[in-house]
């Protein structure tokens, strides 16, 4: 009920670039007209998308954890725990996408690439809703559903580098440090955390 209502108010809010981040796997545009904006991270739409983001991933989590370990319990105080690392991972690592280019004095050739990945992920929690919903009201395969997840992860990285390559590939020691700080690090910390 509260992704419909996130969605509701994302849709009052601004329904234009709602649908722009639905079809931003296909409109390099997009990335680069929300660059130019320059639209500060604390304004309501993406306050509410960040909000919107973190309870898919939170979701997805959940059931893919009750799924793969065969759990029948759906438990609130489990899910809670979940959203909170969720919550804890995204938000540190925007901190560190902020500070680590700022830090190494790369903001200028990295502004693309994280902004791409924060649009990508956006759009990634726009398109997995639907199938979280199919997940959970019907009897369809969920190792499909899970599948077809994983592909739009790999649609999302494939569309990372293929954008990305000349940067990837001229920085590679700061994108292998990246990596490892931002991106592997903090999920083996919530991985311990979490089991």
């Given amino acids: 009920m509260g992704l419909l209502f996130c969605i509701f108010l994302l849709k009052g809010f601004d329904r234009t670039k709602l649908n722009e981040y639905g079809r931003a796997f296909f409109n390099d545009g997009f990335i680069i007209s929300e660059i130019e904006e320059r639209v500060s991270v604390f304004n309501r739409f993406s306050l509410i998308l960040f909000s919107f983001t973190i309870?898919?991933?939170?979701?997805?989590?959940f059931f893919a954890i009750n799924y793969f370990t065969n759990q029948t319990e759906l438990n609130s105080s489990f899910f809670?725990?979940?959203?909170?690392?969720?919550?804890?991972?995204?938000?540190?690592k925007r901190i560190l996408e902020f500070l680590l280019p700022m830090l190494f004095s790369i903001q200028s050739q990295t502004i693309f690439?994280?902004?791409?990945?924060?649009?990508?992920?956006?759009?990634?929690?726009?398109?997995i809703?639907?199938?979280?919903?199919v997940f959970f009201y019907t009897q369809f395969n969920k190792?499909?559903?899970?599948?077809?997840?994983?592909?739009?992860?790999?649609?999302?990285?494939l569309l990372l580098f293929s954008n990305n390559k000349n940067l990837i590939l001229s920085k590679l020691f700061y994108i292998i440090l990246y990596l490892c700080a931002v991106?592997?690090?903090p999920l083996f910390i919530l991985f311990k955390w979490m089991f």
Avoid: Q
């Fill in 55 to 61: 309870l898919i991933f939170s979701m997805l989590s």
């Fill in 143 to 157: 190792l499909i559903l899970f599948i077809i997840i994983a592909v739009l992860f790999l649609i999302k990285i």
């Fill in 80 to 92: 809670s725990k979940i959203l909170g690392i969720v919550f804890l991972y995204f938000s540190l």
């Fill in 183 to 185: 991106e592997i690090a």
């Fill in 113 to 127: 690439f994280l902004t791409a990945k924060k649009i990508y992920t956006d759009t990634l929690a726009l398109w």
């Fill in 129 to 133: 809703f639907p199938i979280l919903i």
